[in-house]
């Protein structure tokens, strides 16, 4: 069994910076794209940026310059530098990754982390 841990957020004022990681636990797997979301109240879960086991990033076009992903295949880990914190970033941020297990492919969801910016 895989699942998905993730640590940081919290509170941050706007300016300020976090930093997110999520990390695939458990035994016989490969690890995929790994990819972050966020989701405010009121509103739909939206991509914020994710990156291949190749190393290629994507960003939401409104996040690129103050948001940027990282991953380290040997400890099969993600993490999300936050810089220049606004209000509107606030919200529920979720790691999804795509893992294989003894030849099964399927999407895996962190248990999500609350970021809150306060102005």
């Known amino acids: 069994q895989v699942r998905l841990v993730e640590s940081g957020g919290g509170l941050a004022q706007a300016g300020g910076s976090l930093k997110l990681s999520c990390a695939a636990v458990g035994s016989t797997f490969v690890v995929g794209t790994m990819t972050w979301y966020r989701q405010a109240p009121g509103r739909q879960r939206e991509l914020v940026a994710g990156?291949?086991?190749?190393?290629?990033?994507n960003y939401a076009d409104s996040l690129k310059g103050r948001f940027t992903i990282s991953r380290d295949n040997a400890e099969n880990t993600v993490s999300l530098h936050m810089n220049l914190l606004k209000p509107e970033d606030s919200g529920v941020y979720s790691c999804?990754?795509?893992?294989?297990?003894?030849?099964?492919?399927?999407?895996?969801w962190g248990q999500g982390t609350q970021v809150t910016v306060s102005s």
């Open positions: 990156v291949t086991a190749g190393g290629t990033t």
């Open positions: 999804n990754a795509d893992i294989s297990v003894l030849g099964v492919r399927r999407d895996h």
